[in-house]
């Protein structure tokens, strides 16, 4: 299980090059609403020994130490990324953190990308919204087209729609980036018809500016997950890129 301090890295990433992590969560524990198969901060059951969230105000002095030091340092940085132990979003004074966060970024590093990482069910909060709108990478998942689908793989532990989520999708206009796993579990299959087809018309409907279609690559709670290569990622998706849709393929 990865457990991360409020500010980490930089760190060579898969999708988003030399990446400084920022984790609002618990920095013992885990908060999230899904409770995804394949989450590498392990099962949200054994992340709840630490349940306090760092202030704004701790973000802040962290993260502008840190980024004064790799500035000093003359250390490469691509994005400044909300990831860490679960959900960003469902810190409560998430918004006024971005705004921190951009801010320091002019200041430090200006050719840095501001990412958000996020599962989008908190994108019916307005507020929430307009935030993620401000970021350069607005990093969006929905691994599965049905509700029933979505059960199986992220396991939300609170109310949950597919059509709501979408519907909340296509308020971005496509200024955003969506990012899907691929894997294979007991009841679970991104390659199956129900999942892909679904998918691919989702895709169609809200047309992000790019697809992050990626599979396994760190140990997972759930176990005999199938990892998806490269190659079966991009067969999968081929329709896509043939439509002409941007798709980075990380397996």
């Known amino acids: 299980m990865l457990r991360e301090p409020t500010v980490f890295g930089p760190i060579k990433t898969r999708r988003l090059g030399y990446s400084l992590g920022i984790n609002l969560l618990p920095q013992k524990g885990k908060l999230c609403d899904f409770d995804c ?147 294979k579990s007991r009841d679970f299959d991104s390659s199956s018809p129900e999942v892909i087809e679904g998918w691919m018309d989702i895709v169609r409907f809200l047309k992000p500016r790019q697809i992050m279609a990626y599979s396994i690559d760190r140990p997972t709670p759930q176990e005999g997950l199938v990892k998806f290569s490269e190659s079966q990622i991009k067969k999968l998706v081929q329709p896509l890129l043939d439509e002409g849709f941007n798709i980075q393929i990380k397996a």
Request: proline share 5%.
């Open 37 to 183: 198969i394949y989450c590498e901060c392990g099962w949200n059951a054994d992340g709840r020994d630490d349940k306090v969230l760092p202030t704004a105000s701790q973000v802040r002095s962290a993260l502008e130490e840190k980024l004064a030091q790799c500035m000093l340092d003359g250390t490469q940085m691509d994005s400044i990324t909300f990831a860490g132990d679960g959900e960003p979003t469902l810190h409560p004074d998430f918004p006024a953190i971005v705004d921190d966060v951009l801010t320091l970024r002019d200041i430090y590093y200006p050719s840095a990308k501001v990412s958000v990482l996020s599962n989008a069910t908190r994108l019916g909060d307005g507020k929430v919204f307009e935030a993620l709108k401000k970021v350069d990478n607005p990093i969006m998942k929905l691994d599965a087209p049905t509700d029933e689908l979505v059960s199986r793989v992220n396991k939300p532990n609170a109310a949950y729609s597919v059509a709501e989520v979408v519907g909340n999708l296509a308020r971005f206009e496509g200024n955003f980036i969506l990012q899907t796993m691929f894997l």
